[in-house]
């Protein structure tokens, strides 16, 4: 019912920046948050960043101050600006979005978008 699609990823060099987009499309009312994971080889999807409707935003410690979370309610997307890149930041990086469906829904639902790779090299 709703498709979370990310472009952006790619290769970079250690302090490099790159900029992630997420586009969500479907049968959507409305988008009431929407956010980033990633998940490294061997470990646990984590949280990178997330953004209310409202843009209240919340990062992971380990990105504070280097990324930020932005969002366009019209298009129904979320970016992800990555500056002063790390090694450690190396991973597949998810799109989240929580969609309500109609007007008259009483609870939204998750959707995650396939993943775009982000490798940050020494």
């Known amino acids: 019912q709703v498709?979370?699609?990310e472009s952006g990823g790619g290769l970079v060099q250690a302090g490099g920046s790159l900029r992630l987009s997420c586009v969500a499309s479907g049968r959507i009312f409305r988008v009431t948050a929407m956010g980033w994971y990633r998940q490294a080889p061997a470990k646990q999807r984590e949280l990178v960043a997330t953004i209310t409707?409202?843009?209240i935003t919340n990062y992971a410690d380990s990105v504070k101050g280097r990324f930020t979370v932005s969002r366009d309610n019209a298009k129904n997307t979320v970016y992800l600006q990555m500056n002063s890149l790390k090694p450690e930041d190396t991973a597949v990086?998810?799109?989240n979005g929580r969609v309500l469906h109609t007007s008259q829904a009483p609870y939204d639902f998750t959707y995650w978008g396939q993943g775009t790779q982000v490798t940050?090299?020494?």
């Open 3 to 5: 498709q979370l699609v």
């Open 53 to 55: 409707n409202g843009v």
């Open 93 to 95: 990086y998810y799109c």
């Open 120 to 122: 940050v090299s020494s």
